[in-house]
């Protein structure tokens, strides 16, 4: 079996998915690159190339090798004729709303991370945070757009962002009337979440299943951000956002945060590993959202938290393809 790291995509998050197979070819030298570029094409690229390309979180990757197909789904069947077994450097779109795994199921080809059907569900923030609220995580609820203006008015500040996107692009922090107009013009074009506004700490943390099948939440990350947001800027290029880990949590904070990780990513039915967001607020532990790829640059969090662990990240990838290899045996 032919281990390939694929990464890139046809989304905005392209280009954290290029950071992210950095940090993955330097952990599984041997694995081929396979790059999958906004036009739907799939190339091969060297370690070299992509070792070098700089500011991947600004700059667009150029593979410069061997165009494999035309499309994506052209690649995975040559991807199956050449019995390979995908390690996934993606994030965002297809990629992450279950698309990409379904072709894969179809096909038989093992794969990294969780399957189609909870993909797609965790990608929809709404479907998730009423999933999550089954298995007893207390999640904010939403506004509907229609009644912005009186929620606004009733709790001072929103946040909206957009159901189906990651990386923190899009949000839109509602703390004047001019911001009300903002959303409504984002809605015009996707569908968007609004939420009233949770003044607290922020907070992630990652659950990892490992070889054996036992699932273990990671040690609780607090967040720090650049000029009180946390979006995209904040969180891949401004250089004062604190990411603590462990963070500086009371011990039953911990435990919570660790706990409605753990509810979140078996109530998803999430496979391999995934990453929960929280508020820590004076009302307690609220969940935000659940990401079935995460990033895993070398600054990203969840490797932050294996590393604090004691584990490698080698050996974390290594796990991860061990269960990828025995879920397509069953």
């Given amino acids: 079996m032919r281990i390939t790291i694929l990464f890139g995509g046809t989304n905005k998050e392209r280009l954290v998915s290029v950071a992210s197979a950095q940090a993955l070819c330097d952990a599984l030298p041997e694995a081929d690159l396979w790059f999958w570029d906004a036009d ?33 789904e052209l690649a995975l069947d040559q991807a199956k004729s050449d019995d390979r077994l995908f390690v996934f450097g993606l994030h965002g779109g297809r990629a992450e709303n279950g698309e990409l795994q379904a072709a894969c199921e179809t096909r038989g080809i093992p794969f990294t991370g969780s399957g189609s059907a909870s993909s797609h569900l965790a990608f929809d923030k709404v479907a998730a ?18 009644e912005i203006d009186a929620a606004f008015a009733e709790y001072g500040k929103l946040i909206a962002k957009p159901v189906h996107d990651g990386s923190s692009y899009g949000l839109i922090f509602v703390n004047a009337k001019q911001d009300l107009v903002a959303v409504r013009r984002a809605a015009k074009t996707e569908e968007y979440l609004i939420e009233p506004f949770i003044s ?13 099948g036992s699932v273990r939440a990671l040690p609780p990350i607090e967040i720090v951000p650049a ?13 004062s956002t604190q990411e603590i880990c462990p963070g500086r949590f009371a011990p039953e904070v911990t435990a919570e945060i660790m706990d409605q990780a753990l509810k979140a990513h078996h109530a998803l039915s999430c496979a391999g590993y995934s990453r929960s967001d929280f508020i820590v607020s004076p009302q307690g532990t609220i969940y935000l959202e659940t990401n079935t790829l995460p990033g895993l640059t070398r600054a990203s969090l969840y490797p932050k938290a294996l590393k604090v662990e004691g584990i490698e990240f080698a050996d974390f990838l290594k796990g991860q393809i061990e269960l990828a290899q025995h879920r397509i045996r069953k």
Wanted: proline share 4%; with cysteine; charged share 25%.
């Fill in 129 to 146: 945070k009423r999933f999550a609220a089954i298995a007893g995580v207390k999640a904010p609820n939403g506004v509907a757009l229609g």
């Fill in 200 to 212: 607290g700490i922020e907070a992630t943390c990652g659950v990892l299943e490992q070889a054996d």
């Fill in 40 to 72: 739907d094409s799939v190339h091969e690229t060297l370690a070299s190339t992509l070792r070098e390309h700089a500011r991947p979180f600004e700059l667009a990757f150029r593979p410069g090798g061997r165009r494999i197909a035309t499309t994506i």
């Fill in 227 to 239: 000029d009180g947001g946390f979006d995209y800027v904040a969180k891949y290029l401004a250089k």
